[in-house]
């Protein structure tokens, strides 16, 4: 660490202390709830939270450029009345998690090496590789890598919250075990529900 850097951080360590000690408590409590707080870090204000629209939904570049630039762990792209496009980057030496999801999941690698365990069976993936986790079936996906291992899953019906944003797996882990990160109530509806609802049609005129 450069002599700046440390003089840096110490100087904040140091005033970090001070506002402890100094600040009333209800400062304190508030600027932890500040700093902590999921729901203020981790949802797109510009993504909606209702039905999606009957319209196109277009991402270039999905298999090269748009996946190469993300840094972040979890970003929902899309979510519709029976599926969602969640785009993911695992940086090197970490994972996903080991999980059960409720919902079928289809995951297509974009850029570098995992190893995944579908129910205690180990297979090498890269990228250009598809793989299909079923409903109810344990899976977990490493970074075997020296990069970021990059992928979009499909989830059918809809796993997040439509507006999810987690920069790390910390956060997602820390939003999914507060209950902050549901998929809407309308996204596992059944079809003929939806249709009841005038949410979809065979005239395809709303």
């Known amino acids: 660490m450069s002599l700046t850097k440390t003089l840096i951080a110490t100087f904040s360590r140091s005033a970090a202390s001070t506002l402890r000690r100094q600040a009333p408590s209800a400062f304190r409590s508030s600027t932890r709830l ?3 707080s999921p729901i203020l870090r981790a949802k797109d204000s510009k993504m909606s939270t209702g039905p999606p629209k009957h319209e196109m939904q277009y991402f270039p570049n999905m298999v090269n450029a748009m ?10 792209l ?14 090197v030496g970490g994972d996903i998690g080991d999980e059960v999801h409720t919902v079928d999941q289809a995951l297509t ?8 365990t579908i129910n205690g069976k180990d297979q090498d993936v890269k990228a250009g ?3 299909v986790v079923p409903a109810g079936t344990q899976h ?7 990069t970021p291992l990059i992928l979009y899953t499909i989830y059918s019906p809809a796993e997040h919250d439509p507006r999810t944003v ?9 939003e999914e075990e507060a209950g902050k990160d549901e998929a809407p109530k309308w996204s596992r509806q059944s079809q003929s529900e939806n249709e009841k609802a005038g949410l979809v049609n065979t005239s395809g005129k709303y």
């Open 34 to 36: 500040l700093c902590t």
């Open 67 to 76: 996946p190469s630039e993300s840094a972040e762990f979890r970003r929902v």
């Open 78 to 91: 899309w979510t519709g009345l029976y599926s969602q496009v969640v785009l993911m980057t695992v940086p």
């Open 109 to 116: 690698f974009t850029s570098g090496v995992g190893k995944a």
């Open 129 to 131: 590789d598809l793989m």
């Open 140 to 146: 977990q996906f490493v970074n075997t890598g020296p």
């Open 166 to 174: 987690h920069k790390t797996k910390e956060e997602g882990d820390e």
